[in-house]
């Protein structure tokens, strides 16, 4: 690995933070794993996988997701947006007499409404998702190790100087299946 | 966790592993185009320069270019229009619906499907776009300010409704597929060598790390999305029927159309699918991913789909007769017995009869078989657009207007014009996008692969392991 050359590299910068990486090769041996490690008191910092692990956010204490609320109420805004608009334009701004139907014609704003209503949802759920999980385009990647996003599952986590027992550290991962287990610095 | 029956098949053949399923993936987003990938895009830029050139003379002369006269007001340009928009519903359908029946075999095919979609809304818009003749005034369907007094737009007008239906469904649909690549992208960025490969993939994978927490949000997006998209799918092919359905021409005004549409579009869709899918899984090798088991799955969705169309066409027919109206009852009878009787029992075949020919297992599990079928699918389900359009029109109240449609070059043009933009995004997507969703096949792996991996001792990896006569031998007949 050419972890430990970067490590050497940048060794020199005091704002920086040091992480133990376990990597694991299966989920549910990784499931085990954290479920262990959080058993034996050691703070998980973050767990990377190439998928959705089914399951990790109750061994990991991850809260449910807010979104489903944010969308929610964007869409409400959505529905009521769609309805002042049509009800303003036609029944108040410019009325006038279409077919025959009463100015303000509910049914016939039925589909505008609602399409709406699911535009203002998804995009305000996706734009709310990518400024919580601080997602942009971005040429600066920090990825711990580049096979998480391939086929390996790899626990992070954060070493206090001093404080950590490195040595209990790495038995503690590697007697739960872990097949490797590597140091990386970051520059905060 | 949750049962898997031991007589289903696996998803993914060929005793993969998770790196086998990146390898596999990113093999032709890495690799140099290969030959028959370079061939099959020269075919298609040819169809893109008929396009362009058939945009230039509608734009250039007008739409008098077009065969469309004082009777037959929407021809070809309607029917195209509808006929993509209803292919587009069979990826919106794999990725959000099946999505929420938790069909697991939609994994490997709803990438593509979803490009899909986005192509075909981007060739059905073309064609009410150029319809309007004046194509720099699009914008004048907007309820924008404007000078004309503060006159907007109609909102009773199921025209309008469809600039909403689609716009709507278009961009729902690109920030589904979107959200659904950014893991892939992050993938491919962390295998790049190349330094453009590598900024590229960075700026599109935004950043992705892959954390517990991030695939969490993204999992409740997903489904969020999904459950918005299902709705929305139903919604766009229905407002699109109620083109028709809303106005009073015999043949049009049904209130049989919504489910009728959405039925239909659900069964050109996966035809399209499937003579798509069947290419791609040959060219760029991915017969482990794409399986007997996903063609006949969707062969499956066509029975049911094309016996609703069926179910369709004699419900219509028989309350045409049973309204006693008499231009309804006209127009029936010149459906099937008038001037365009081919382009109707054209329909008839293709539709109703070639996808019963599924019920036998044997050529429901045969590719050629199902390529041959989904291409008559395809085929029916244009004509049955046409016949719905230009048969109702061509004879209306006044036997004094009646005339017939026939289509120029130009109408030609613009039709095979778009297969050749499809075909031309399509084959780039191939190219530079994972066409399989790596992360969520990598997902399903462990237990629908049908291959026991090492630690099953941990009582938690018991979900879903398949019986040893699961075992994959590669299938012979492929």
Redesign the interface.
């Known amino acids: 690995m050419a972890l430990h050359q970067n490590l050497t590299l940048i060794h020199l910068i005091a704002m920086n933070k040091k992480f133990v990486l376990g990597i694991y090769d299966?989920?549910?041996?990784l499931?085990?794993a954290i479920e262990n490690v959080r058993a034996a008191g050691t703070k998980i910092y973050?767990?990377?996988?190439?998928?959705?692990?089914?399951?990790?956010?109750d061994v990991?204490g991850?809260k449910?997701?807010r979104?489903?609320i944010v969308?929610f109420f964007c869409g409400l805004f959505g529905t009521s947006f769609a309805l002042w608009?049509?009800i303003w334009?036609?029944g108040f701004?410019?009325p006038m007499i279409?077919?025959g139907?009463p100015h303000i014609?509910i049914p016939?704003?039925i589909?505008?409404t609602?399409?709406?209503t699911?535009?203002c949802?998804?995009?305000g759920?996706?734009i709310t998702?990518?400024i919580?999980?601080?997602?942009?385009?971005?040429?600066?990647?920090?990825?711990?190790d580049?096979?998480?996003?391939?086929?390996k599952f790899v626990m992070a986590i954060e070493v206090k100087e001093g404080v950590t027992d490195m040595n209990a550290l790495n038995s503690l991962l590697r007697s739960n299946?872990a097949i490797e287990v590597n140091e990386k610095e970051v520059i905060k | 966790m949750q049962h898997v029956s031991p007589i289903r098949e696996p998803l993914v053949t060929g005793g993969k592993t998770y790196h086998d399923i990146t390898e596999d993936v990113c093999r032709q987003v890495e690799a140099k185009p290969n030959i028959r990938w370079a061939a099959a895009l020269a075919v298609a830029l040819v169809g893109l320069a008929i396009f362009i050139y058939s945009v230039y003379r509608t734009l250039w002369y007008g739409i008098g270019e077009w065969g469309l006269n004082k009777t037959v007001g929407w021809a070809w340009d309607i029917t195209n229009f509808v006929w993509w928009v209803g292919i587009g519903h069979a990826g919106t359908l794999i990725s959000a619906i099946l999505l929420l029946f938790r069909q697991k075999w939609r994994t490997s095919i709803n990438r593509a499907a979803e490009a899909m979609t986005i192509f075909a809304v981007i060739c059905a818009a073309m064609f009410p776009v150029l319809h309007m003749g004046r194509p720099w005034l699009a914008y004048w369907v907007l309820p924008l300010p404007n000078t004309f007094g503060s006159l907007w737009v109609n909102f009773n007008s199921p025209l309008l409704w469809d600039v909403f239906a689609i716009s709507t469904y278009f961009s729902v649909s690109l920030v589904f597929w979107y959200i659904g690549l950014i893991p892939d992208f992050a993938t491919i960025r962390d295998r790049a060598t190349g330094p453009i490969a590598r900024r590229a993939y960075s700026v599109l994978s935004m950043g992705w790390t892959g954390s517990a927490k991030a695939w969490s949000r993204y999992e409740t997006v997903s489904l969020i999305l999904a459950g918005l998209a299902t709705p929305l799918v139903l919604s766009v092919h229905t407002i699109v029927s109620m083109d028709f359905a809303t106005s009073v021409i015999p043949g049009w005004h049904t209130t049989i159309f919504p489910p009728y549409f959405v039925a239909g579009a659900i069964f050109s869709g996966f035809a399209m699918v499937l003579t798509l899918m069947i290419i791609t899984r040959k060219v760029f090798h991915l017969e482990d991913y794409i399986t007997l088991e996903h063609v006949e799955s969707m062969n499956k969705v066509i029975i049911l789909t094309g016996s609703i169309v069926g179910i369709a066409y004699t419900t219509e027919f028989f309350i045409a007769w049973y309204s006693g109206v008499e231009y309804e009852q006209y127009a029936f009878i010149n459906r099937a017995f008038g001037p365009y009787w081919w382009a109707y029992w054209s329909m008839m075949t293709c539709n109703v009869i070639t996808p019963q020919l599924f019920w036998v297992r044997k050529i429901r599990r045969s590719l050629t078989a199902t390529f041959i079928i989904s291409i008559f699918v395809n085929i029916g389900m244009w004509f049955e657009r046409f016949v719905i359009i230009v048969t109702s029109l061509h004879r209306d109240y006044l036997p004094s207007s009646w005339a017939m449609f026939s289509p120029t070059i130009i109408d030609i043009g613009v039709y095979v014009g778009t297969i050749g933009l499809f075909f031309t995004l399509f084959l780039l997507f191939c190219k530079f996008f994972p066409v399989i969703n790596m992360a969520e096949v990598k997902a399903i792996l462990k237990s629908s692969s049908g291959v026991k991996h090492h630690h099953t001792s941990h009582a938690k990896s018991m979900h879903g392991t398949a019986p040893e006569s699961n075992t994959n031998t590669p299938h012979s007949n492929e």
């Open positions: 299966d989920e549910d041996v499931l085990e973050d767990v990377f996988s190439p998928y959705p692990v089914h399951g990790i956010d990991l991850i449910r997701s979104l489903p969308a608009m049509q334009m036609l701004d410019w279409i077919g139907k014609a016939a704003f589909p505008v609602f399409e709406l699911v535009l949802a998804a995009f759920m996706v998702f990518f919580v999980q601080r997602l942009r385009p971005s040429l600066k990647v920090n990825v711990f580049k096979r998480s996003t391939d086929d299946g």
